[in-house]
């Protein structure tokens, strides 16, 4: 990892814990102890456990929302460098490989308005400075002939993406902080306490440590854990799934706006997903297999769009947070403790940014106004929102723009 970054020694001294070690713990982890920073990570199971393990590594920055694009482009980056980079010494992870591949939003005919969400979707990417090429149904065949597009109206294609193995990400920057000088902590399920900022580990109650400033990552846990130090934010749980189909499939990454459905490239053939169920979930209670509608549909979308005929190895589901507005929670909600939450299904391509945002933070820099948590009373109703969908009639894909 490298890159801009906090600067060395910024943080120097500075007692930092980090609870959860998923995709944004390890990188603001990594970012903080790059800086000095004494680090610890609190982590209930191993590394990636949470939702960072289930991810299906579609990895773009094709955003229609500026500040969205912006920490995409700078996800990407480091994703590259990472990738480029040789593992932590003496750690024993494998590498972590970032495939460049490039990522079609696809509108099918028969839905004009959805067709000119995709279109001013992608104007909007460009705007930006997004690579982004709107193309009609033909030309998106002769670019990619194993994509089936007769009845393709039209699609946005990006060229900054890509994808990967999000274990391996979280491996690789878990290691690479250790060698920087953080503690990685597994089996060490904490809770979180105020003024001042402290962790407590389950089997080391009910002796609490004490910390200058303590980070909350823990993905769908995130409210409960807050919620028990008496932070009120508004989050929620969601279902989303995935599969791996075996088969060749040598075409770009895809999302059919109509079926909702995505697909990338797999070593074993294709993995798709997002069968979202917008209902809340308990965190401690879940059905962490994949449904039966979600494997028909998306098998049936792997045929109609990509000519597949899939054989699934293996389908499951997993956690995503969900917030009344659709932007994340990134920020301090009380003396000395952070969020980072609220994903809406696009946490893990975006965490190598966030997660340095949110280490940068702690060193007292300023955040994203528009992630701001206090922008929330957090007691408020809301509906779960699909996070990724192309609204019929809006001007882009709503609410990350992707
Ligand atoms: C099927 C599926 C496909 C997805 N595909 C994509 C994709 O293609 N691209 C994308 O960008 N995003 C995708 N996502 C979303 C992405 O996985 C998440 O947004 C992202 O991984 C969130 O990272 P995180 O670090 O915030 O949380 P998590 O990875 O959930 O990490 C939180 C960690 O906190 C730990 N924890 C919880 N409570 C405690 C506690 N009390 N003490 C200590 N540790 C605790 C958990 O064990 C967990 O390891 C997908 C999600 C799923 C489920």
Redesign the pocket.
């Given at each position: 990892m490298a890159g801009p970054g906090p600067d060395p020694d910024s943080g120097a001294g500075l007692r930092v814990a980090v609870?959860?070690?998923?995709?944004?713990?390890v990188t603001a982890a990594y970012d903080l102890a790059v800086a000095g920073a004494d680090v610890t990570l609190?982590?209930?199971?191993t590394?990636?456990?949470?939702?960072?393990g289930?991810?299906?590594?579609?990895?773009y920055d094709a955003y229609a929302e500026d500040v969205d694009a912006r920490i995409g482009a700078r996800a990407l980056e480091r994703f590259r460098e990472l990738s480029a980079a040789e593992p932590a010494a003496g750690s024993g992870v494998e590498g972590f490989t970032f495939r460049e591949c490039p990522y079609a939003i696809v509108a099918p005919e028969g839905n004009d308005d959805l067709a000119a969400s995709v279109r001013g979707a992608a104007e909007r990417m460009r705007v930006h400075g997004r690579p982004v090429e709107t193309l009609p149904g033909a030309e998106l065949g002769d670019r990619f002939p194993g994509l089936r597009t007769g009845d393709v109206a039209v699609a946005a294609v990006a060229r900054n993406a890509g994808w990967a193995d999000t274990g391996r990400y979280v491996d690789a920057v878990a290691a690479h902080a250790e060698a920087a000088g953080a503690e990685i902590r597994t089996d060490?399920?904490?809770?979180v306490s105020t003024t001042p900022p402290g962790v407590t580990v389950a089997s080391e109650a009910p002796v609490t440590r004490r910390f200058e400033a303590v980070v909350v990552?823990?993905?769908?846990?995130t409210r409960r854990?807050l919620g028990d130090a008496g932070i009120e934010i508004p989050l929620k749980p969601y279902r989303?799934?995935?599969l791996v189909s075996a088969g060749a499939y040598d075409g770009p990454m895809w999302y059919d706006a109509a079926a909702g459905v995505y697909a990338r490239p797999h070593p074993a053939g294709l993995l798709a997903?997002d069968g979202t169920v917008p209902v809340e979930a308990d965190p401690d209670d879940w059905e962490r297999d994949a449904d039966d509608w979600f494997r028909d549909e998306v098998t049936g979308t792997l045929r109609d769009r990509a000519g597949h005929d899939p054989a699934v190895e293996r389908a499951?589901?997993?956690?995503?947070t969900a917030t009344p507005d659709g932007d994340p929670l990134l920020g301090e909600v009380a003396d000395g403790v952070f969020v980072?939450?609220g994903?809406q299904?696009?946490?893990?391509?975006?965490?190598p940014a966030t997660g340095e945002i949110l280490a940068a933070q702690v060193l007292g820099g300023s955040g994203v106004a528009q992630f701001d948590p206090d922008r929330f009373d957090g007691d408020e109703a809301f509906e779960i929102r699909e996070g990724m969908r192309v609204e019929a009639g809006e001007a882009g894909p709503d609410p990350d723009g992707d």
């Open positions: 609870v959860g070690g998923g995709a944004v713990g609190f982590e209930r199971g590394v990636g456990s949470g939702a960072s289930r991810a299906a590594g579609v990895l060490s399920e904490a809770s990552a823990a993905g769908a846990h854990l989303v799934q995935a997903g499951w589901a997993g956690l995503c980072a939450a994903w299904g696009h946490g893990f391509m975006r965490a």
